[in-house]
């Protein structure tokens, strides 16, 4: 099965702000494009993805994100906010080919490795509709639903309990950290670090090494958290064909 994912991108002046805290209100910005960059390319990468559709409202995340190959949706006015945009997201995938299988992908996942989400979305294709819990385990990176089924999406807060409390199957795969490595914290960034993130955000911690107080550096210097393994080959298996 190969999927249409949906990639909900925040107004990069607004995202992150746990990051920003750390790492400074310039660098914010930075981080969060360079963390959508990065995922979209790997997602791109991926051969169970077919296309990959954004919504955003913030037009230099949308030309970005637009000549790496994505589709950007804008972003739907009202008070709906991620689960809005992702509903949005979704009816607009589905109006033009119905029986498209659609997953949602967060936009924070700088180290996402395309085997690794080919992993999940193999997975997901089993079942109606699946989701794959966050790092921390309290909330969700990736939420399926097979050709037929609405994505109904639970997000922010609890959404792995919400998700579950909806009917959505979890995935339980093991050695797929790439894919449940949401950065939203300076300690998360250092776990994705440990990982081995994708270029942007690689270039994107350096620069702000030397403009934002040494914080990218000192990022860099330490080492991995506990419980990660690095990849040893970051680069090379990221521009790979998916197929594990
Ligand atoms: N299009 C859109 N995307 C959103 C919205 N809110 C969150 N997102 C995206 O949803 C994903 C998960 O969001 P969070 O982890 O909460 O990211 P964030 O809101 O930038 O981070 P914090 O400011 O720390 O809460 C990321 O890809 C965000 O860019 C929204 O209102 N609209
Ligand atoms: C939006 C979510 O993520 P976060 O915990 O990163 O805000 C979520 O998991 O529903």
Redesign the pocket.
């Known amino acids: 099965m190969v999927w249409t994912l949906v990639?909900?991108?925040?107004?990069l002046a607004?995202?992150?702000?746990?990051?920003?805290r750390g790492a400074g209100e310039e660098a914010r910005a930075g981080l969060?494009l360079a963390?959508?960059v990065d995922?979209v390319a790997a997602a791109l990468a991926c051969a169970a993805v077919r296309d990959v559709v954004v919504?955003?409202?913030d037009p230099l995340a949308g030309a970005e994100l637009t000549a790496l190959g994505a589709r950007v949706v804008a972003?739907p006015g009202g008070p709906?906010?991620?689960n809005?945009?992702?509903a949005h997201g979704a009816r607009s995938v589905r109006s033009e080919r119905p029986d498209t299988a659609v997953a949602t992908l967060?936009?924070?996942l700088p180290a996402l490795r395309p085997a690794e989400l080919a992993r999940v979305l193999d997975s997901a294709a089993e079942f109606p509709r699946t989701f794959l819990a966050d790092a921390a385990g309290i909330?969700t990176t990736l939420l399926a639903a097979a050709p037929g089924m609405e994505l109904a999406p639970a997000?922010?807060g609890h959404s792995r309990a919400r998700h579950l409390g909806s009917g959505a199957r979890e995935i339980g795969l093991a050695g797929v950290d790439s894919v449940r490595r949401?950065v939203?914290?300076e300690e998360d960034l250092r776990a994705a670090l440990a990982l081995g993130v994708g270029p942007r955000t690689a270039a994107a911690v350096g620069a702000s090494a030397g403009a934002h107080g040494a914080w990218g550096g000192r990022l860099m210097r330490q080492g991995p958290v506990d419980g990660a393994q690095p990849h040893e080959a970051p680069a090379a298996e990221r521009s790979a064909p998916c197929a594990d």
């Open positions: 990639v909900p991108v925040k107004p607004l995202a992150k702000s746990r990051l920003a969060a963390f959508a995922t919504v955003t409202g972003e709906g906010g991620l809005g945009a992702l967060n936009a924070d909330g997000f922010e949401d939203d914290t």
